[in-house]
């Protein structure tokens, strides 16, 4: 892509001019009676001087190396962050609606219709440079410099870390302060999945829309990403409307693949749960209890040396064996507690998703080119806990053991790829003052599974219930429209990449509008979400067209009884002897 130029394009808007300083050393005001173009989050710059010299490098930057000692031009990018409304006409002549503003406006030497004039403050972003991305110089602007909009090609080159379509994107939207796609939103893949992302939103404000768009880009031809989503509720199983569309297809043979797992599917080996794992499965364990279960996994430990497949009976004996003790006389005699035990582990052994040897393992849910979705939505609360707590910490010891060159190729756990993980209703999974088995190990993986290439994405619609430590360890987000004061105040200190600027725009969003921030992208932006590819899976349920459906099929029928021969008529129903007609 050719570089915007480093001076003010011809076609360049100017918009205002400079005041003076801002409230703090990183920005300025500058007047303007533009009311249109001066939006939040609205993209604006004025032109510094830049004294270049021999061993400088700026090449690749939105102001270019000139000859020594020659004198250049640098784009210095700033974002709208507030305007005020400084000088207008007299509040009377609004008051009284009979009175017409233009006519008014033009006795008293108005120019009609921009009467106003704004006060506008500007945060400096800085200029662009492609190796470093944004370098502010902390040249302040003079006053009397003039302020342009930021043209469209420029924002296109300095927002986006890639271009749409390059091999690593994420082609999601465009920006929503210009009109239709004029700038394309595309995020840094490599960025996005080894960082870590969340999406936070409230209820209806399209986050599984954006997160089945991000999906779609993943498993697009130039990413092929290998991909599990826990999806608590269902909405996800649209997703298979990938195989066989063109939009993901290539000249190689290449489309995706995409395999749903219903509950009926899910499979966890019983050894690979640990201590922690089964106690979330077992209800009222007393401390004694607890304490010889925990004694009893020492012994399978000690006995199996780790690598037994042991099921529910081989915990039993290890329970018994734990529980017993020796009298004055040296009789052996077993406590109160096994039994007890015993009876809540047998009832754990008839669980659907926990066996003695099926087993989902990592080779089963990842390939590159394909997305699984892990669906939940029949399973209980502290089951969805330990599966997703086994499933995780599997994940993770197959990239540690992989990277490390500790497993074998027909290891069920080799993993020799880089993979994501999609986590929906991630408050459950990770809440913010509750115990929680999934807590602890998506807290180690947020923290160290980038350097072993495994990526996790949270989507939450309560941010306020989402552990902060989890939270602050997303170094992408994407918010969308959020009105819960406890939930925003949230934001002000898990998501401090967005600004405090934008964040004050999130109840104002509407459905498919969101904030773009972290390491996936150049800067904070406002995005307009692409339309799906495939079908959305979680649209809200049109309860009043049910309604009216389901009235007009019994009031039809009802009217077709009525007007049927009595010998033709359904018999009446009783109940308890009475006729019901």
């Known amino acids: 892509m050719v570089e915007p130029s480093t001076t003010a394009p011809v076609t360049s808007r100017v918009i205002g001019t400079v005041k003076g300083p801002g409230d703090n050393s990183n920005q300025y005001v500058f007047i303007t009676a533009n009311n249109r173009q001066v939006k939040i989050g609205e993209f604006v710059y004025y032109l510094a001087s830049n004294i270049a010299t021999a061993g400088d490098s700026g090449g690749g930057s939105t102001g270019g190396k000139g000859a020594e000692g020659t004198e250049d031009k640098l784009q210095i990018l700033g974002k709208i962050s507030a305007r005020a409304l400084i000088d207008h006409l007299p509040d009377r002549i609004f008051a009284d609606t009979e009175i017409s503003p233009e006519t008014i406006a033009a006795l008293i030497g108005f120019a009609y219709p921009n009467p106003e004039i704004y006060e506008i403050t500007v945060d400096v972003i800085g200029y662009f440079h492609r190796a470093l991305g944004f370098i502010n110089p902390r040249i302040t602007p003079d006053p009397g410099a003039k302020v342009y909009l930021t043209d469209d090609q420029t924002l296109r080159y300095v927002i986006n870390k890639r271009q749409p379509g390059e091999v690593g994107t994420a082609h999601v939207g465009s920006l929503l302060l210009r009109p239709g796609n ?91 749960l640990d201590y922690y794992d089964v106690l979330t499965l077992l209800p009222d364990m007393s401390d004694r209890q607890q304490s010889i279960l925990s004694k009893a996994f020492g012994i399978l430990r000690k006995h199996r040396n780790g690598q037994y497949r042991w099921d529910v009976q081989d915990l039993i004996s290890a329970v018994y064996e734990s529980d017993r003790s020796t009298d004055d006389e040296g009789n052996e005699k077993t406590g109160s507690s096994a039994p007890a035990i015993e009876w809540k582990l047998e009832r754990l052994s008839r669980s659907e998703y926990f066996h003695r040897v099926d087993h989902l393992a990592p080779k089963d849910l990842f390939e590159p080119g394909q997305v699984t979705v892990l669906q939940m939505s029949e399973i209980s609360q502290e089951e969805q806990q330990v599966i997703c707590a086994a499933v995780l910490r599997q994940c993770y010891q197959a990239r540690l053991g992989t990277a490390k060159e500790q497993l074998a190729a027909e290891d069920e756990n080799y993993l020799p790829y880089p993979v994501f993980i999609l986590i929906e209703e991630a408050h459950r999974f990770a809440p913010a003052h509750e ?18 290439g495994l990526g996790v994405g949270l989507i939450t619609q309560r941010p306020g219930k989402l552990d902060a430590d989890v939270l602050s360890q997303c170094m992408s987000q994407f918010l969308m429209r959020i009105v819960n004061p406890v939930d925003q105040e949230s934001l002000k200190y898990g998501v401090e990449a967005a600004g405090r600027d934008l964040l004050q725009e999130l109840p104002a969003l509407t459905k498919g509008q969101v904030i773009i921030s972290g390491a996936c992208i150049n800067t904070p932006v406002l995005c307009q979400v692409r339309q799906r590819l495939t079908t959305h899976g979680g649209e809200t349920l049109n309860a009043p067209a049910a309604w009216q459906n389901h009235f007009q099929k019994h009031h039809q029928r009802s009217r077709q009884i009525e007007k049927a021969p009595v010998s033709r008529r359904p018999a009446a129903e009783t109940f308890e002897g009475i006729s019901i007609e």
Request: charged letters at 25%.
């Open 435 to 452: 115990p929680s088995r999934c807590k602890q190990i998506l807290r180690t993986i947020l923290s160290e599974g980038r350097k072993f």
């Open 182 to 272: 004029a700038v394309p939103v595309a995020l840094d893949v490599k960025e996005l999945v080894s960082t870590h992302m969340a999406i936070l939103a409230g209820t209806g404000s399209g986050k599984s829309y954006t997160a089945g768009v991000l999906i779609e880009e993943l498993l697009r031809p130039y990413n092929r990403a290998a991909v599990l989503i826990f999806d608590p509720h269902g909405e996800y199983s649209t997703l298979s409307d990938m195989r066989g569309h063109d939009h993901f297809k290539a000249d190689d043979g290449y489309s995706p693949e995409v395999q749903v797992l219903t509950p009926d599917d899910i499979r966890i080996r019983m050894s690979s």
